[in-house]
């Protein structure tokens, strides 16, 4: 069974402040997902990642993978304040179908 | 072009009532998926269709949840005899095929009181 772990959890920083979220998942799968969500609000899609060594940047958010230690990570570039919100990773088993995804870290940034 | 969307947004009941969610996925997906997300917490797989058909409903936590997609375009969740439990927000996703990245709807939000 597919399972898939954040940390930390919750994550308050100063803007301006750089710091990684890690999520780990328990068996292999073919392509790792990171959504934020708002408060209230849907997921909204951020990264899709393929294949390992695979790194996507956008904006002040950078996302890597390493398949083989089962490991994503996001990393966040000197945070402002509207990069608040909840970030999820997900896994999707190798059928191709359901996505697990991670319990999120809910992110703060403070002015 | 349109997203997917999802009706009522919110939706309170009573214990033991009956309820309807419909998803209206992106023209074209041949893939949809419902997620519960309760409060907290990350979603949680419920149901996946592959055209018209369930190709996986594992998640779907007992048999009083029960969902159809007749035309392999619309789909409706059915909850029977609902449980102050099932409170959650009901997320649907498509995708262009079982491999591509799946897009969220905006969720129902069910209360159960």
């Known amino acids: 069974e597919l399972k898939v772990e954040q940390n930390p959890l919750f994550l308050s920083m100063q803007e301006g402040k750089n710091y990684t979220i890690y999520c780990n998942y328990s068996?292999?799968?073919?392509?790792l997902y990171w959504y934020r969500q708002d408060p209230g609000k849907s997921l909204e899609s951020l990264f899709v990642?393929?294949?390992?060594?695979a790194v996507k940047q956008e904006g002040r958010l950078m996302a890597s993978l390493d398949t083989k230690a089962r490991l994503s990570t996001l990393h966040i570039t000197a945070a402002v304040h509207d990069l608040s919100a909840t970030y999820f990773c997900?896994?999707?088993?190798?059928?191709?179908?359901?996505?697990?995804f991670g319990g999120g870290t809910r992110l703060m940034v403070k002015p | 072009g349109a997203g997917v969307s999802q009706t009522p947004s919110n939706k309170v009941t009573e214990k033991g009532k009956y309820v309807e969610l419909r998803c209206d996925p992106i023209?074209?997906?041949?893939?949809l998926y419902w997620y519960r997300q309760s409060l907290g917490q990350g979603p949680e797989f419920l149901i996946y269709?592959?055209?018209?058909?369930?190709?996986?409903d594992s998640g779907l936590p007992n048999d009083r949840f029960f969902a159809v997609r007749p035309e392999g375009s619309v789909s409706t969740l059915k909850i029977q005899r609902t449980e102050r439990g099932d409170s959650a927000v009901y997320l649907c996703?498509?995708?262009?095929?079982?491999?591509?990245?799946?897009?969220f709807g905006p969720g129902t939000r069910l209360t159960v009181t």
């Open positions: 996703a498509s995708s262009q095929d079982r491999s591509y990245e799946q897009y």
């Open positions: 068996t292999t799968s073919d392509r």
């Open positions: 990642l393929l294949s390992n060594g």
């Open positions: 997900a896994a999707n088993n190798n059928a191709g179908n359901m996505l697990t």
């Open positions: 023209s074209g997906h041949t893939a």
């Open positions: 269709f592959q055209g018209t058909g369930a190709a996986d």
